[in-house]
């Protein structure tokens, strides 16, 4: 392993860029009054805009706004729900928590999307047109997880206008943030809208009338009787609620996040193509995920596929980059059945071995890209993994004259460096080949 580089830069994963506009946003809610009001309802209208809906309800993390999609569905227990193998556990969790039952698609090995081949098949991608023709086709409702992302278009459309739910979140790592945490779930039916707010809190049919002057009127709060005996509205609860509320600071805060969301898109989509181009320049060792075809989106990270055969495995770069003090993430639950909480879970996996899934589990890995990265930080990575590649190159130009020599022989590959490492056995073998 060549030495370290004589200066270790921390490169973070993830960052808050937040600035003196937020700091200000959240101390005039602390000064004034810190209950739900009038900057989350303005933060609801226009992400719900963003995502070419008519209706947002902000709600305390994106987790819980996948639970309330399959809350607002209610659907009959055993109900399928189609999801990709390559997910994150609160996309999952909500529909077990349901009673329904996960039907499971690959991926595709570029893009990390859902197969979408696969899809109709199971019977149901973010090739959203399609995905939603086929919803229509077989009366399915399609719920948009966009928590990773925000302000994405497809065929110049907003990626809500494919779906009946957009969910998405505004936690710290994200594009952009609610003082660490928010999320939010769009929809386009008023009655919808309507249940969402009174499931988001406690189930309190007060909800629907405000939470300031409206609930206090007297008109409002003794209208009702339960059990024949009359009842303060502000303690009518008409659903099995939740305490999904989120902070009006969180939306005080995210509103001013909201004013740079095109600045931080354009730093994101620059910092993943400078990273696209230099990984793509050692394409004898890594893959690199595309863009999905007439998609304009900005990740959450940048990810990095290890080619099979590679003279390395995963742990080893990513201990090595952890080392020099760039972060990496795996990417999320990778084959989420085999995750401890989710192994026994009902579910359908019609698809065999969801190769692409389990090579993504087992080869990738994630690098930050997000608006916080300088161009040092950035150049310090390339340079990190330069210094990390060098001890291979050899190996690797060895190794890709044996593949083609035994092309040419028609000998497996295996068998010719079998019979080399096997000529000396006493010469000791520095590295670790896969295959």
């Known amino acids: 392993m060549s ?13 808050s860029v937040h600035g003196k506009e937020e700091i200000d946003a959240v101390v005039r809610v602390l000064r004034s009054n810190t209950a739900l009001g009038e900057k989350t309802k303005e933060f609801e209208n226009k992400i719900a805009a963003l995502f070419g809906k008519k209706y947002g309800c902000m709600v305390n993390s994106g987790s819980s706004a996948n639970l309330l999609a399959f809350e607002l ?10 999801t990709p193998l390559l997910t994150f556990s609160t996309v999952v969790a909500p529909i077990v928590q349901k009673g329904l039952v996960p039907v499971f698609c690959d991926v595709d090995p570029r893009t990390f999307q859902i197969d979408i081949d696969q899809l109709e098949k199971a019977i149901t991608n973010p090739d959203l047109p399609r995905l939603s023709k086929i ?17 994405g278009t497809i065929d110049g459309k907003p990626t809500g206008a494919y779906s009946d739910i957009s969910v998405t979140s505004f936690y710290g790592s994200h594009i952009i943030n609610g003082a ?8 386009n039916k008023p009655e919808w809208a309507d249940r969402l707010v009174v499931l988001r809190g406690w189930g309190r049919r007060s909800s629907l009338f405000g939470e300031k002057a409206d609930s206090e009127q007297l008109k409002n709060r003794f209208r009702s009787t339960i059990g024949g ?7 009518v609860f008409s659903e099995i609620g939740y305490n999904f509320l989120p902070l009006e600071l969180s939306a005080a805060f995210a509103l001013e996040q909201l004013k740079k969301l095109p600045h931080f898109l354009e730093a994101r989509k620059k910092n993943w193509i ?21 998609t304009a989106t900005a990740w959450l990270a940048f990810p990095v596929i290890i080619k099979q055969g590679t003279l390395f495995d995963r742990s080893t770069i990513v201990k090595y980059l952890e080392e020099h003090g760039i972060q990496t993430r795996p990417v999320f639950t990778g084959n989420i059945l085999k995750q401890p909480g989710f192994e026994r879970v009902p579910h359908r996996a019609p698809f065999g071995n969801y190769e692409n899934t389990e090579n993504i589990m087992r080869n990738a890995f994630v690098l930050g890209c997000h608006q916080g990265l300088s161009s040092q930080q950035i150049e310090y990575v390339q340079r990190t993994v330069s210094e990390f590649l ?14 083609a020599a035994g092309k040419i022989l028609g000998i497996p590959l295996a068998s010719l460096i079998e019979s080399f490492t096997n000529s000396d056995a006493s010469t000791p073998r520095k590295h670790a080949m896969r295959f």
């Open 180 to 187: 660490g945490g928010g999320g939010m779930i769009c929809v």
């Open 73 to 82: 569905l209610n659907l009959p227990k055993g109900s399928e729900v189609i």
């Open 135 to 151: 919803a229509q086709k077989h009366k399915l409702y399609l719920i948009e997880d966009s928590c990773d992302t925000l302000g």
């Open 229 to 235: 005996i009359p009842y303060d509205e502000k303690f």
């Open 3 to 15: 030495a370290r580089s004589k200066k270790t830069m921390r490169v973070p994963y993830a960052l």
């Open 274 to 294: 400078q990273f696209q181009q230099f990984f793509n320049t050692h394409d004898g060792f890594f893959n690199t995920a595309i863009q999905t075809p007439k």
């Open 390 to 403: 060098s001890q291979y190159e050899k190996a690797l130009k060895a190794l890709n004259a044996l593949r």
